[in-house]
């Protein structure tokens, strides 16, 4: 690079994740369902799901002799997945914990490799009134055992 200061250009969108396991088939079958998802590419180790225009957003990736996944070290914490309405995220699969968390209200999700998902709802109509929302107002509020929608 030149010495000039350039501005870095954001990603216009994040296209994909992909997970590797050594678990492959109950891993896709557990994102296939979850996403409602089909896939837009597969072979019997690799397969790319896709549950809107993107050519895929999930790549479930089988790796023999992958390890188990360590509680406490670093990594990805969790992927999250916005829905728009709340009865939207009812899954049917056994759920972690439900959080309201002022700007949203999440369900989490451990998939087979002990990953975890995040799914939400906004709360807010617009970006801007999520962005101003005050969260320790919230925390006040629930410490002092007050029922909050």
């Known amino acids: 690079m030149s010495g000039q200061s350039t501005k870095v250009i954001s990603p216009a969108t994040l296209a994909h994740v992909v997970l590797r396991t050594a678990n492959f088939k109950q891993m896709l079958d557990y994102y296939k369902t979850f996403l409602g998802a ?3 590419y ?3 180790m690799l397969s790319f799901l896709t549950y ?8 479930i990736m089988g790796v023999p002799g992958t390890g ?4 406490g070290t670093a990594g990805l914490k969790h992927i999250a997945f916005t829905s728009k309405t709340l009865d939207d995220l009812e899954h049917n699969i056994l759920l972690t914990v439900c959080i309201n968390h002022g700007p ?3 369900i989490y999700y451990i998939d087979p ?3 975890m998902i995040e799914t939400q709802v906004d709360n807010f109509d617009t970006a801007q009134e999520a962005t101003g929302f ?3 107002g919230l925390i006040r509020r629930t410490e002092r055992g007050e029922f909050v929608e």
């Open 38 to 40: 089909g896939a837009s």
């Open 42 to 44: 597969e072979n019997e």
């Open 52 to 59: 809107d225009e993107e050519h895929h957003r999930i790549a």
């Open 68 to 71: 188990d996944k360590k509680p």
């Open 104 to 106: 949203t209200t999440s």
């Open 113 to 115: 490799d002990g990953n």
């Open 134 to 136: 005050n969260p320790e």
